[in-house]
Nanobody, 122 residues
Framework: QVQVVESGGGLVQAGGSLRLSCEAS????????MGWYRQAPGKQRELVASIESGSTKYADSVKGRFTISRDNAKNTVYLQMNSLNPEDTAVYYC?????????????????WGQGTQVTVSS
């Protein structure tokens, strides 16, 4: 099994910054895409940003404000969030996929974290 754990959420005033971290752990052989999603109350979960082999993707609403990065050696992905506004308030989830050792066999994984709350006050 592969576990994904997020950290770094909290309460911040509009215009402020937060940095989220997410670590994937377990018998990981390789990690492909790591990404951040968010879900606001009453809304569907949406992709915020993702990174794979150095290539990044961002939601239009966060371009220029959020930056995703990763440390492959630590199977960790970060999300630097600047110029936060109340519309960024949501539970932020980390997702990671790749291959892990299941016994003596490599098996694909696609794992989600439990989520971390980000609240931006006006």
């Amino acid at each position: 099994q592969v576990q994904v754990v997020e950290s770094g959420g909290g309460l911040v005033q509009a215009g402020g910054s937060l940095r989220l971290s997410c670590e994937a752990s377990g018998m990981i052989i390789s990690s492909n895409t790591m990404g951040w999603y968010r879900q606001a109350p009453g809304k569907q979960r949406e992709l915020v940003a993702s990174i794979e082999s150095g290539s990044t993707k961002y939601a239009d609403s966060v371009k220029g404000r959020f930056t995703i990065s990763r440390d492959n050696a630590k199977n960790t992905v970060y999300l630097q969030m600047n110029s936060l506004n109340p519309e960024d308030t949501a539970v932020y989830y980390c997702n990671a996929d790749g291959l892990y050792w299941r016994g003596i066999t490599g098996s694909p994984f696609d794992s989600w974290g439990q989520g971390t709350q980000v609240t931006v006050s006006s």
